[in-house]
Nanobody, 116 residues
Framework: QVQLVESGGDLAQAGESLRLSCAASGTPLSIDAMGWYRQAPGKERSLVATITDTGTYYDVSVKGRFTISRDPAKNTVHLQMNNLQSEDSGVYYC???????????WGQGTQVTVSS
């Protein structure tokens, strides 16, 4: 089972930037996509962004402010978050896709808190 370790969350002021990282390990199979989700207090976990070999996807709420990038050789994914807003607050989790199937393995997440 794949293990995921997220890091980089912090307390930020509105308008500031943070960079999240996630490292995946424990799978002998090739990861063909990675993504970031967030869970705000009292809300369900929702998709923020994904990246594959052919492109990226962003939720409309973060498009133009967040950038997802990936290092396939290291099985890591990053999320550069610029111009943070209070609604970006939450716990951020990464997820991986193997063999075109998104895995139900989650790390501990990393907390992002944005104060206005």
């Amino acid at each position: 089972q794949v293990q995921l370790v997220e890091s980089g969350g912090d307390l930020a002021q509105a308008g500031e930037s943070l960079r999240l990282s996630c490292a995946a390990s424990g799978t002998p199979l090739s990861i063909d996509a990675m993504g970031w989700y967030r869970q705000a207090p009292g809300k369900e976990r929702s998709l923020v962004a994904t990246i594959t070999d052919t492109g990226t996807y962003y939720d409309v709420s973060v498009k133009g402010r967040f950038t997802i990038s990936r290092d396939p050789a290291k099985n890591t994914v990053h999320l550069q978050m610029n111009n943070l807003q209070s609604e970006d607050s939450g716990v951020y989790y990464c997820r991986v896709r193997i063999g075109h199937v998104w895995q139900d393995s989650w790390g501990q997440g990393t907390q992002v808190t944005v104060s206005s």
